[in-house]
């Protein structure tokens, strides 16, 4: 049973550009959340997808934004891009709150 | 919020010694608590987790910890650690209210094992 899958796994993009990042949850798992981790620094909470709609979100500006699709699947889009936006991005799933997430292995993303 | 602090942000300690990393937490209320383990270029994998009950909990590759309500604290220890041990280790909360509530992380411990 595959975990979370995250792609792509590096990026390399520059200053003002947009990118998209996307996710697939484990299988059973329905609800997707997305964490910005910098170097040397713990997972930041951006937002959390359910039934394709965000239900919860951290202190990210708008210039972040999402998406989930049908199949559970979710997209982390960020536009004009800056140089603190380098990071790894971390995807994780879970069925609920007492299953803890799972996680998938990140997008580096490095903003030049 | 909920929140949690680790309170090193560093802990080196030789092979086979035992090994305590601290968490606190700011909520009165209750709780869910986790502990994750990421190595080098990978995601988080989940160690273990307090949802109620017994206070103390048991997780993987030989961790162990335990939830002390009235010190809002939920240390993490081994009896004796490996070298393979070495990674980051993050303590994180959750508020079980409702359903899959955002989990919060603290900013990490970095075990480091030496031989």
């Known amino acids: 049973d595959a975990g979370v899958t995250q792609s792509p796994t590096h990026l390399i993009k520059t200053r003002g550009q947009q990118v998209t990042l996307r996710c697939s949850p484990k299988?059973?798992?329905?609800?997707v959340s997305w964490y910005q981790q910098a170097l040397g620094q713990g997972p930041q909470f951006i937002f959390q997808y359910y039934e394709e709609e965000e239900r919860q979100r951290g202190n990210f500006p708008d210039r972040f934004s999402g998406h989930q699709f049908p199949n559970y699947s979710s997209e982390l889009n960020v536009n004009a891009l800056l140089l603190g936006d380098s990071a790894l991005y971390l995807c994780?799933?879970?069925?609920?709150?007492?299953?803890?997430?799972?996680f998938g292995s990140g997008t580096r993303l490095t903003v030049v | 919020a909920q929140s949690v602090t680790q309170l090193d942000s560093q802990v080196p300690v030789f092979e086979e010694a035992p090994v305590e990393l601290r968490c606190n937490y700011s909520?009165?209320?209750?709780?869910?608590l986790f502990w994750y383990v990421q190595y080098p270029n990978q995601g988080l994998q989940l160690l273990l987790k307090?949802?109620?009950?017994?206070?103390l909990v048991k997780g993987i590759n030989g961790f162990e910890a335990e939830f002390n309500k009235s010190q809002t604290s939920f240390h993490l220890r081994k009896p004796s650690v490996h070298i393979s041990d070495t990674a980051e280790y993050f303590c994180?909360?959750?508020?079980?209210?409702?359903?899959?509530?955002?989990?919060?992380f603290g900013a990490g411990t970095r075990l480091t094992v030496k031989p």
């Open positions: 299988s059973g798992h329905d609800t």
């Open positions: 994780a799933s879970s069925p609920w709150t007492a299953y803890g997430y799972t």
């Open positions: 909520s009165s209320v209750s709780v869910y």
């Open positions: 307090y949802l109620s009950g017994s206070t």
């Open positions: 994180a909360v959750t508020d079980p209210s409702y359903n899959n509530n955002d989990m919060r």
